[in-house]
């Protein structure tokens, strides 16, 4: 079946200006290596809507939404509350932000009308943003207004998010955080030694929600091994009791050994068994709807093969992905201590999933 890109020219106006480590060459670096790489006919190239102002009050404060349209048209300036310093906001920005929310829906409403089982939102991921204000590169959150349109404009009862972005998805994570019809998992790099700082693996939700955030530190250098034992002994067995009716990946190259931000130690083939596992959870359990949201990652030139790895594997495709820098650790690096960290979150999730009662 062909693969559905949501993706338009016009998200270049994403760009937090230069010497910034998030620019939007990004977006045309992908589909330029995806059009070089892919045979046209495996795959179609969906032009996105822009979101709506209903649609990102789903999730944003109207305040916060009309300050970004206002001063989107001039440079941000300091002692504005809505944005970290990390976020400035430059003009066009705020518009970017929805057109790349909208390739997320698009992607989103594709998956789950069984148009297009697996599609890919470009550009997705802005998990650090929260209801009234931005940080971490990201000013509206895709990943939640998306899962919630699904079940406030679509009917989903149950929605799984995978984070595997090295950052931890604190916005994300807040926002579901009581809320036992959203699985959220979330495999990254321990906070302790990187942005946001969150994360931790005791946050595990709160009221009705408890047991249903599960956040995974993995420490830095963390291997394509220690990723498998997650995938494996955690995403496997908590997908199959929670039978989610679609399943939301977010996350782009960050989690590579030679990103320029991170610290973890994934290889194209590792991000590859990522995508691949999770495509395979997807037609385990929810008939294949699989939405995959790429957008993070600081070595232009892992970039774009890391993005192809990831929606490749669910795909099928086989692709030769030739690592552009020299790997020296072990693929079994860190993996003692990844699999003593899966160990704990299984004990601790014991009372929340028959899975792990044993």
């Excluded at 400035?88 to 992607?107: C, D, M, S, Y």
């Excluded at 207004?145 to 994300?172: F, P, Y």
Aim: glycine fraction near 10%.
């Amino acid at each position: 079946m062909t693969l559905a890109i949501a993706y338009s020219d016009q998200m270049k106006g994403y760009d937090f200006g230069p010497g910034h480590p998030f620019r939007s060459d990004r977006y045309a670096r992908f589909m330029n290596l995806l059009r070089q790489r892919i045979d046209s006919a495996e795959f179609e190239v969906v032009e996105p809507r822009y979101a709506s102002d209903e649609e990102l009050l789903l999730i944003h404060d109207s305040n916060y939404i009309q300050f970004l349209r206002a001063e989107s048209g001039g440079l941000w300036s300091p002692g504005r509350e809505f944005l970290s310093p990390d976020t400035p906001l430059q003009p066009g920005l705020e518009k970017a932000a929805r057109l790349i929310v909208g390739a997320t829906l698009t992607a989103a409403e594709m998956s789950w009308e069984g148009r297009s089982p697996h599609a890919v939102g470009v550009g997705g991921g802005l998990h650090h943003a929260r209801r009234n204000c931005g940080a971490g590169f990201c000013i509206y959150n895709d990943v939640a207004i998306c899962v919630r349109s699904l079940m406030e404009n679509q009917g989903a009862k149950r929605v799984m998010i995978v984070d595997t972005d090295a950052h931890a998805g604190d916005g994300t994570c807040q926002t579901f955080y009581e809320d036992p019809r959203v699985l959220f998992v979330d495999i990254h790099q321990d906070p302790r030694t990187l942005y946001p700082g969150t994360g931790f693996a005791e946050e595990i939700g709160e009221g009705k929600g408890t047991g249903f955030t599960v956040n995974v530190p993995l420490p830095p250098g963390a291997s394509d091994d220690a990723y498998e034992c997650v995938l494996d002994e955690l995403l496997f067995p908590l997908a199959e009791e929670f039978a989610p009716e679609i399943i939301i990946r977010n996350g782009g190259s960050d989690p590579h050994f030679a990103d320029e931000l991170t610290d973890l130690g994934l290889t194209l083939k590792g991000l590859k068994t990522v995508g691949t596992k999770v495509g395979e959870v997807a037609k385990a359990v929810c008939g294949g709807k699989l939405v995959d949201l790429v957008g993070s990652g600081y070595n232009q030139a892992v970039l774009p093969l890391g993005w192809l790895a990831l929606v490749t594997g669910p795909a099928g495709l086989d692709l030769e992905l030739v690592e552009p820098f020299f790997f020296s650790l072990r693929v079994d690096h860190r993996l003692a201590e990844t699999r003593e960290i899966v160990k704990a979150a299984k004990d601790r999730l014991k009372p929340y999933w028959r899975c792990f009662a044993n």
